[in-house]
């Protein structure tokens, strides 16, 4: 019998949690059941599978990380809201790194649900590079850019790979100002 209350929301958000803790990698469906209190089998009425676990933790982190910064964007426009952006990018990753880490692959292109949830940073970031006057047909282009300069930093940061003793939050600054130095370059 599962234990009350297990719902698919309850089973996303115990694993997020722990892919927050241990490691997105290293997320399993028994340390998923053991911290909800349950056998593995009780799991499979939830989740199908690791998969479908996997797929639970990226859902409800790319609905959060949409969340986050569509909250950073409103009311801004322009510098001030790459700046405050990424700001919340790099804040996110920091703070949820097993569900920053469950964003890094895109939704199988079948999955609707999740394509739509994914779909929301991009467009945020996409938003924020219309500020800049990048044309609708240079976006998907423009927001790979960004979010390989943004993901970048921040997975460096997470992996410890910056040993030099210089303070990291103006080397974050540095990147974010040449980010916003190339925007306005390319716009003239």
Do not use: I, Q, W
Not at 102 to 115: C, F, G, K, R
């Amino acid at each position: 019998m599962p234990r009350a209350g297990l719902t698919p929301a309850v089973v996303a958000e115990t694993a997020a949690r722990l892919a927050d803790e241990e490691g997105f990698d290293r997320l399993s469906l028994s340390s998923v059941a053991k911290a909800a209190g349950v056998a593995v089998p009780s799991l499979y009425k939830h989740v199908a599978g690791l998969s479908g676990l996997r797929r639970a933790v990226g859902l409800l982190s790319a609905r959060e990380f949409g969340a986050v910064v569509t909250r950073a964007c409103l009311g801004r426009s322009g510098e001030e809201a790459l700046r405050s952006v990424a700001a919340a990018y790099r804040d996110y990753a920091r703070a949820h790194p097993g569900r920053y880490a469950s964003l890094n692959l895109a939704p199988a292109p079948e999955d609707a649900e999740a394509a739509e949830a994914y779909r929301v940073p991009v467009d945020v970031l996409a938003a924020v590079l219309r500020g800049f006057g990048v044309p609708e047909e240079e976006a998907v282009d423009e927001v790979r850019a960004l979010r390989s300069a943004l993901h970048g930093f921040v997975d460096l940061e997470a992996r410890g790979g910056f040993g030099l003793p210089r303070d990291v939050d103006r080397s974050f600054e540095v990147l974010v100002d040449r980010c916003v130095a190339g925007l306005r370059a390319r716009s003239g």
